[in-house]
């Protein structure tokens, strides 16, 4: 029978060193065990973590904390710090063991599979932020990315009002088919602190409009964006901006191409648009004279790791001597990419 390693004898450097090379998923399950845990990895741990602390939610009953990047929108379940759920009633939670989290104790299980702790709650959102506000004070880090749905919009809010560090990112979603409300919607736009990438993927009513002025976003992602005007367009200060269900015309795209051919939107390295119908000819009025047709086909990347294929294409010069591709994709999407490309970033 082998002896259990006592690991809060092992002298100070040693323990520094071995906390420091443990997952997160498993300090933050360590740091329940007493108070003594979650003191010494509190003070031991230095390291820089291999990612943001990204909170978001799996559906309107269960919410988690991660330290991992999203892929394609997706995190994980074995990158998983913490996860939050719904109470159910066909769950007997007596025999759970019990943390003391944000002042009362709450039943908690492990994901064997996964290797993270769950924890329940009556209300999931209120749990999100009982564990958010354990990981950042117990690894002194703010919250960098947030998936947010209707539900726990307010999520960004607090964050917001708790913090002095912008978030990084936003991901605002919801796949309901009630619409979201225009006060949360001009929140986003308007007032919410964010100096990378926000994207909102849900539906508004048909008539909001936003008339503010966009404050900078560096990656502006809008998957219905019927409510987008053209003076919506001139105003917005980004590098990569996707419009999807569009309503803007191929004269309302002449003029935002005319806008940065003099100037407008100097940091601007990609635009997409999915509209009902784009007429190159239109879209180039009054500008063939400083077009050259390129019918080669070229890939082109984004600071944010959008993929294009321009399969031939206008190629503009702005007045700063710099060119860019008007092109109109297969599938409809007009793509205006800036050169010279960029390596993917994020």
């Not at 919801?174 to 909102?200: F, G, H």
């Amino acid at each position: 029978m082998t002896s259990p390693f006592l690991l809060f004898h092992v002298p100070t450097l040693p323990l520094g060193r071995i906390i420091n090379f443990m997952e997160p998923k498993t300090l933050v399950s360590l740091s329940f065990c007493s108070q003594k845990s979650h003191s010494v990895i509190k003070t031991h741990r230095k390291v820089s973590f291999d990612g943001h602390l990204l909170i978001g939610e799996s559906h309107q009953n269960a919410s988690f904390l991660s330290f991992t990047y999203s892929v394609f929108g997706i995190v994980a379940d074995r990158n998983r710090v913490l996860s939050a759920q719904k109470f159910v009633d066909n769950i007997n939670y007596e025999d759970m063991e019990s943390v003391k989290i944000g002042g009362q104790h709450v039943r908690v299980e492990m994901d064997h599979l996964h290797g993270h702790l769950i924890s329940y709650w009556s209300n999931t959102v209120d749990g999100l932020k009982a564990l958010t506000e354990y990981v950042i004070n117990l690894f002194n880090i703010g919250v960098s990315d947030i998936w947010a749905s209707k539900q726990s919009f307010h999520m960004i809010e607090w964050v917001n009002s708790r913090q002095k560090t912008p978030l990084r990112n936003i991901w605002y979603a919801d796949w309901s088919a009630t619409p979201s409300s225009e006060e949360d919607m001009i929140y986003i736009l308007k007032d919410c602190r964010t100096i990378s990438q926000l994207r909102i993927c849900l539906k508004l009513p048909p008539n909001f409009r936003f008339s503010e002025k966009f404050r900078k976003i560096d990656c502006l992602d809008i998957w219905y964006g019927e409510w987008v005007t053209i003076d919506n367009l001139l105003t917005m200060d980004g590098i990569d901006i996707i419009l999807k269900s569009s309503t803007l015309t191929s004269s309302d795209v002449n003029v935002f191409l005319k806008h940065w051919l003099a100037g407008g939107c100097p940091r601007l390295k990609l635009f997409c648009l999915k509209t009902g119908y784009v007429n190159i000819l239109q879209v180039l009025t009054d500008l063939l004279h400083n077009a050259v047709l390129v019918d080669d086909h070229r890939d082109y990347v984004s600071p944010f790791g959008y993929s294009i294929n321009l399969s031939s294409g206008y190629d503009i010069r702005g007045a700063d001597g710099v060119t860019a591709t008007v092109c109109k994709q297969e599938n409809g999407t007009l793509v205006f990419a800036v050169w010279p490309e960029t390596t993917h970033n994020n």
